[in-house]
């Protein structure tokens, strides 16, 4: 079954502190990942896409498919990061995503 | 740099109504989806549509709903007889190459009463 799960609902961490969001996927073909953020009332942004191999904003992502995972990275957490992150798995020839259910970043002063 | 715009943002129905969800994507995209989230839970796939036709849709993408690229820039989504489960945020989409992550729009949130 193609699944993405996050398992953390909340992240909260002071500012400048290393920031690691998880992410894990189940997909019987080659995965294409993506990391997708959300301000607050604002759209799903794409953040990051594993086959770029970018870093945007500071994260960066790496997919370990040995371990089926895509954990989103940043070394200095900033207090604009606080956001709502989902990670996403296109599936299919026209790259429906599935989600997982997301992860809250809290960055405290 | 483009959007994907929808409207309205907020649209609240009575049961048994029809309602018809308005997405312009960006000029160029060739991938059209709709997603939705119902509060509290995952966002969730609706649908997919390409070269004018849906190319793939979900288990929740039944009788219920259509889609329509009308004229060749709007691209609509009606729920014929909404249901008060159909209440949620829906999104749109809209892709350029397949391979690429979607430029989401700001959603419309449906409330059903």
């Known amino acids: 079954a193609q699944r993405v799960t996050q398992p953390e609902k909340l992240l909260s961490v002071f500012k400048g502190a290393p920031v690691e969001l998880k992410c894990n996927y189940s997909y019987s073909g080659s995965p294409e990942l993506f990391w997708y953020v959300q301000y607050s009332r604002q759209r799903l942004q794409l953040l990051l896409r594993?086959?770029s191999r970018e870093s945007i904003k500071g994260f960066t992502a790496d997919l370990n498919k040995g371990e089926t995972s895509f954990h989103l990275k940043k070394p200095f957490a900033q207090e604009e990061d606080s956001a709502m992150y989902y990670c996403?798995?296109?599936?299919?020839?026209?790259?429906?995503?599935?989600f997982g259910a997301g992860t809250r970043l809290a960055v405290h002063p | 740099e483009p959007e994907v715009t929808q409207t309205p943002s907020h649209q609240v129905t009575q049961m048994g109504q029809e309602v018809i969800l308005r997405c312009v994507p960006i000029?160029?995209?060739?991938?059209f989806y709709w997603y939705r989230q119902i509060l509290g839970q995952k966002v969730e796939f609706l649908v997919s549509f390409y070269n004018n036709e849906i190319s793939e849709k979900s288990e929740i993408f039944d009788d219920q709903f259509s889609v329509e690229r009308p004229d060749g820039s709007n691209f609509t989504l009606k729920i014929r007889s909404t249901k008060l489960e159909d209440s949620a945020m829906y999104f749109c989409?809209?892709?350029?190459?397949?391979?690429?992550?979607?430029?989401f729009g700001s959603g419309t949130r449906l409330t059903v009463v």
């Open positions: 000029s160029n995209h060739l991938y």
């Open positions: 594993h086959i």
């Open positions: 996403a798995l296109g599936s299919g020839g026209y790259n429906k995503l599935i």
């Open positions: 989409a809209s892709s350029e190459d397949r391979v690429d992550g979607y430029t």
